[in-house]
């Protein structure tokens, strides 16, 4: 059964803390994205990678990082440089990079920042 | 101008109506379009992409105005289950593929 799962579903973290949001796809998809999604408003490009140990800044990078260590894994961390973490982060991939590409999402992470 | 702008409803509709959204976008070298709807609390899932100037699926049909740069997506016959967020996407091309995404439409169907 192909997919995008992310997990955790929901995750709390204290000030000052770094947090990893996992991401995994069995889709056999090249490109993956990272998206945050606040209250009311249309979803916001964190970062992308078009191929394994490749990846590119997306709108809003500052206090986020990423790693492209396999095909199937975008894992996403949100340092403490992060300001206003408290958001629901998505995960999205496609078969590659480029217009025509549709992306299909996973369920999303909803983290609170305490 | 914002980059995707859409009437954020919501649109409160009976069953059985037929309901258009519209979604007017800035950038004209915009290539490619898609509807995506999304339930509350839940990922945006692909309602329909539109490459030319239009396409239709069952109830769903989705226009793309180049010259007015505008995307419509008319529902016909409204089921209970069609109450989402329906979102309207841009892509502009590039090396980057990545998407802009509208606020998105709310739409209530009421029995």
């Known amino acids: 059964d192909g997919g995008i799962t992310q997990s955790p579903k929901y995750l709390f973290r204290k000030e000052g803390q770094n947090v990893t949001l996992s991401c995994e796809q069995n889709?056999?998809?090249?490109?993956m994205y990272w998206y945050r999604q606040d209250p009311g408003q249309g979803l916001r490009l964190i970062y992308y990678?078009?191929?394994?140990?490749?990846?590119q800044k997306g709108d809003i990078a500052e206090g986020y990082s990423v790693s492209r260590e396999k095909k199937e894994s975008f894992p996403l961390t949100v340092t403490s440089a992060q300001k206003n973490p408290t958001a629901f982060y998505l995960c999205?991939?496609?078969?590659?990079?480029?217009?025509?590409?549709?992306?299909?999402f996973g369920p999303g992470t909803r983290l609170t920042v305490l | 101008r914002k980059e995707v702008e859409q009437d954020p409803g919501p649109f409160n509709v009976p069953e059985g109506a037929t309901v258009a959204f519209n979604c007017t976008y800035s950038?004209?070298?915009?290539?490619?379009f898609f509807w995506y709807r999304q339930d509350c609390r839940k990922e945006p899932k692909l309602l329909m992409s539109?490459?030319?100037s239009g396409n239709e699926d069952g109830r769903f049909t989705a226009q793309l105005n180049r010259a007015s740069q505008y995307i419509s997506l008319l529902i016909r016959d409204s089921k209970l289950s069609d109450s989402a967020t329906y979102l309207c996407?841009?892509?502009?091309?590039?090396?980057?593929?990545?998407?802009?995404f509208g606020k998105g439409t709310k739409l209530s169907v009421k029995p």
């Open positions: 999205a991939s496609s078969i590659g990079v480029g217009s025509y590409n549709e992306q299909f």
């Open positions: 889709l056999n998809h090249d490109a």
């Open positions: 990678s078009q191929i394994v140990n490749d990846f």
């Open positions: 950038n004209s070298a915009s290539q490619s």
């Open positions: 539109v490459y030319s």
């Open positions: 996407v841009v892509s502009t091309g590039g090396s980057q593929g990545n998407l802009i």
